[in-house]
């Protein structure tokens, strides 16, 4: 079959050669398709670059890391999106993940008189292209954060961010910039390089995971170190000084908070920390949306730090987490006694205040309280001399520790979260996962996911005995297993996802680009 097959192609072949040779072949006509016969060409993929100062697994100081690692990669699995993300290159990010690092090579930064050295650096994962910007000036230091010139640091980074992109070839369509230190990428980019003709369709997202810190200098330094001149300087002045979150939302297309309630509250004095003058003025181009969590990281069913592992249907391994908790910490091991959690930097924003005016009272009662934390040093002795008066009760652990906060999360019945302000909150949605039932302050992005007796318990105001008066309330409730059991599958089967708030942030770029 095979044979008489070639023979006859080759047959035709030659026909049609001799066909040609008689007469010089017409140019193809184009095929004519309609609309409904073309192939759907694949649409292109719309380039996004997040320009942030930490992101999981890399370097992690607190939540904003964590959007920054989980929504990246929410957004490249909607297939719409060719996410890349930018991070300096501190010497505290693992040896075990430089490794796998590539060198891309190097380009110099020009910012006012000073021209500095910026290794390249790239990694891809989850369908997410990482770059590392290498000056150990700058980042050869611990931690990422808290030196006297952590201006000029940031500084450096946001311009390195807007240099390299020439080196790379690519220009995103949305710079999304996160928070003070990649602020200024967003008024470069509107000052110094709008008029370069790659950088004129870059728009920017800023998007603010805590306004408390806004980036604040004198305005002595303003050209020598941050390179800026004369006619842009009111973008950036702020109450005779150089505010670069200001700055930034003024330069930005577009702003963005992680909750629509803090989205809301930043217009007011008592959450904008001096800038709500700035945010309502702005208010046409703010956003606000919910982040969600890492819900396959955050999974009682297959988490391997927790004791025994449990699912929504099947909550009995709930209880042996709670003995080993209690035995670990040294508490006495009981049933039926609530076992209220705070996991929190030991700072007063997060609501220590109220706890510290009610906490001996709440321990008269049938009840164990545990704090893991570090943080102001004054909450720290606070607590570890209560745990030293309440042995029975009370357990400090003046610590930051990732496992042993799983094994919190999966062993505590009541989540406690009163912050005084709260952009967002991952800690209250983590405890959901864990079926520990959250009593938050109702702000932030506490407000927006934490639902009174649907998942959780809330109060308004920031009052230590309405705090303290909902704490109890929910304690009477655990001891109705009926109820409690069904808040506690509500609470584990709450979505927290980033499938919706990734959609959310699509069809914020995209009202952007159109
Ligand atoms: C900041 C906020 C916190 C938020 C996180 C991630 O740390 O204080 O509320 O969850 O950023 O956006």
Known sequence: MATTKTTKTAGKA?????????????????KTTTAEQAPAAPAAKRKILFVASECTPYIVTGGLAEVIGSLSKALAATGNFDVRVVVPLYSDIKKEYRDKFTYLGNIYVHLAWRNQYCGIFSYEQDGVIFYFLDNEFYFKRPGCYGYFDDGERFAFFSRAVLEIMPFLNFYPEVMHCHDWQAALAAIYLKTNYCFRQEYQFIRALFTIHNIEYQGQYSLDILSSLFDIYGKYQYLVEYNNSINLMKGAIECCEKFSTVSPRYAQEIKDPYYAHGLDPIVRRNEFKLTGILNGIDDIGYNPQFDTHIFANFTPDDMSNKAVNKAELQKMLGLPVKADTPVISMISRLVSHKGFDLVLNIIEELLQDDVQFVVLGTGDSYYEGFFKDLARRYPEKMSAQIMF?????????????IFLMPSKSE???LSQMIACRYATIPVVRETGGLYDSIKPLENGYTFTNYNAHDMLYVIRQAMADYKNKEVWSKLMYRAATT??????????YEALYMSMLN
């Not at 520790?401 to 019945?413: E, P, Q, T, V």
């Not at 979505?495 to 959310?504: P, R, Y």
Request: net charge positive.
């Open 14 to 30: 030659a026909t049609a050669a001799k066909t040609a040779a008689k007469k010089p072949a017409a140019p193809k006509k184009p």
């Open 401 to 413: 520790n990732n496992d042993l906060s799983r094994k919190i999360y999966a062993g505590s019945d």
């Open 423 to 425: 952009p967002c909150g």
């Open 495 to 504: 979505d927290f996802s980033w499938n919706n708030s990734a959609k959310q």
